[in-house]
């Protein structure tokens, strides 16, 4: 039987007719289901569609949501609609072979109970799952991953994960591969291990704040698969025993990262029964109770460019107790040990049984907190450039600072040993006269002095040197201290202006009597106690020619 042309003609348009547009649909409701809803939309949708959540206000669920289909949902404005699991229930599951995005939302009061296949009370993910700009708080799973359990490929941007509850993992449990970037990790607890994160998987985890994290062990970060920290700071984590920051059985590269302020009864730093690996990294200022301030290694441990300084235990603690790191070492050169006691494999080149000179943990600039190298601190330029990797441009905060910098004024450029480079201080001073030059006037020379650097200026000092056609009358600073000489008499004027920090500026007045005819000269300049990068612009001379 042959077919009418025209049957043909629609059969081929049908066979290669182009599929379906992607659309978009728009939730306005917070209600849980019916017309309008996100679950009904969520069930309407085709793959490749996007919804937009523009409603005020909080969604609450009386049962989880199911991603099984390839969709993007977003918040607009970001970070104004939260969907609430009300504490009854998980808030999303995102289902095998689906590829999905979530951009500006809040996940909060997610809960699943019960046995261990419930797990993530916030997002279960089985699929891949990116989520920008997500904000994950207040969650609760009985077993593991507070606010998320992932099996598939998850990667979190730029999230907060805060305030969630766990047995294993309070904020995030890993068993896939997870990247988590420019994201902070902050105040979840584990009343087993990893109060933050619990990785058995591939973890990446680059320019992250992972801080005031708890478990009864491991408080900040526990790993036994493959896992590599960069540019991110962990700190201020705590637990009963056995660690405080990091506890690692599997393979983890720190790099560029610090590990600081936490603390544990047992290890307060980092605990390693694996590989580890350190480097150009700052674990300091850790606090082990009894045991050991910074690390103990048990497994392989390779370090280079890298401060283990500064670690402390409790005064009077066991005999056997260790200030900063207990094990064995395969050192590539150039570390900081500040207690050697208990280290072994270190090599000419370490540096041991000396204090780092860092500064306190604070904001040194960048996304994450950092303790940078005072000026003359034995870890500027103590580095090896060549362990540098070829892609590490940038210290730990990133844009702005960069990685290798000539920061002792021995005209070598090498890199720093630890996380922060010391980018070096530019004083920069300026000065104006107003008034006169003629006999029996009165001159106001105006000095300014600022820091034109990304470093505290130490020590600074300005000083003006009066010549015997201007007698001193008066001065003031704006910072300080003065040294003049008496009034009526020319001599040299001292500012102990003391620190500056980066951008800040001091002033000094200085009010003379002209006593000589014209050109009257005069001619100041700063020093400090940290090495000035630019010099040329630390002298400024004014002629008053009438």
Not at 177 to 192: E, F, H, V
Not at 359 to 369: I, K, R, S, V
Not at 436 to 463: D, Q, S
């Amino acid at each position: 039987m042959k077919l009418p042309l025209t049957c043909l003609c629609f059969a081929a348009i049908a066979l290669f007719a182009a599929p379906a547009e992607s659309a978009t649909h728009t939730v306005r409701s917070t209600r849980d289901s019916g017309a309008g809803s996100l679950r009904q939309i969520l069930f309407r949708a085709r793959a490749g569609d996007t919804i937009v959540l523009r409603f005020r206000g909080t969604l609450e669920l009386r049962s989880e949501l199911v991603l099984n289909k390839n969709l993007t949902l977003r918040g607009v404005p970001a970070g104004r609609s939260r969907i609430s699991g009300g504490d009854v229930t998980r808030i999303l599951r995102v289902t095998e072979g689906v590829a999905a995005t979530l951009e500006g939302l809040l996940f909060e009061e997610g809960l699943v109970e019960g046995d261990e296949e419930e797990v993530g009370a916030a997002i279960l993910n089985e699929g891949t799952l990116t989520a920008q700009n997500c904000t994950l708080s207040d969650n609760y799973s009985y077993y593991a991953g507070g606010a998320i359990f992932n099996r598939g490929e998850l990667v979190l941007e730029r999230c907060q994960v805060f305030r969630n509850s766990s047995e294993l993992g309070g904020g995030v449990y890993n068993l896939g591969s997870l990247q988590i970037t420019y994201s902070n990790l902050s105040g979840n607890r584990a009343s087993s291990v990893g109060g933050a994160l619990y990785s058995l998987g591939d973890l990446n985890l680059d320019t992250c704040l992972v801080s005031e994290n708890y478990a009864d062990g491991a408080g900040g970060i526990a790993t036994g698969g493959v896992a590599v920290i960069t540019a991110s700071a962990v700190v201020r984590n705590g637990t009963t025993s056995p660690v405080g920051a990091i506890a690692n059985w599997g393979e983890l590269l720190v790099s560029n990262s610090t590990v600081s302020g936490n603390r544990s009864d047992a290890i307060g730093g980092i605990g390693n029964s694996g590989q580890l690996t350190l480097r150009n990294s700052t674990i300091s200022d850790n606090y082990g109770t009894n045991s050991i301030g910074g690390i103990e290694s048990n497994g392989t441990l390779t370090m280079g460019n890298t401060i283990v300084a500064g670690n402390r235990i409790q005064p009077g603690g066991d005999e056997e107790s260790i200030f900063d790191i207990q094990g064995e070492i395969t050192s590539l050169g150039h570390n900081l040990i500040g207690d050697s006691t208990g280290a072994s494999g270190l090599v000419e080149s370490d540096l041991r049984d000396l204090t780092a000179r860092l500064g306190p943990l604070q904001d040194n600039g960048g996304p994450t907190p950092t303790q940078a190298p005072l000026a003359w601190s034995p870890v500027i330029d103590g580095g090896d450039n060549a362990l540098v990797d070829s892609s590490l441009t940038t210290d730990q905060r990133g844009n702005g600072f960069s990685r290798v910098v000539e920061g002792n004024g021995y005209g070598n450029s090498t890199v720093d040993i630890g996380a922060v480079e010391y980018q070096g201080v530019d004083l920069a001073l300026t000065k104006k006269a107003t008034g006169r030059a003629a006999l029996g006037t009165r001159v106001t020379y105006t000095l300014t002095v600022r820091n034109l650097g990304l470093e505290t200026a130490e020590g600074v000092v300005i000083t003006d040197e009066l010549t015997g056609g201007a007698r001193f009358l008066s001065a003031s600073t704006t910072q300080g201290t003065l040294v003049t000489p008496p009034v009526g008499v020319s001599g040299s004027i001292k500012a102990n202006v003391g620190a500056l920090a980066p951008g800040d500026s001091a002033r000094v007045q200085i009010t003379v009597r002209v006593v000589a005819r014209p050109p009257l000269s005069n001619t100041a300049y700063v020093e400090m106690a940290s090495f000035d990068v630019n010099v040329e612009n630390d002298v400024d001379t004014v002629v008053l020619r009438r």
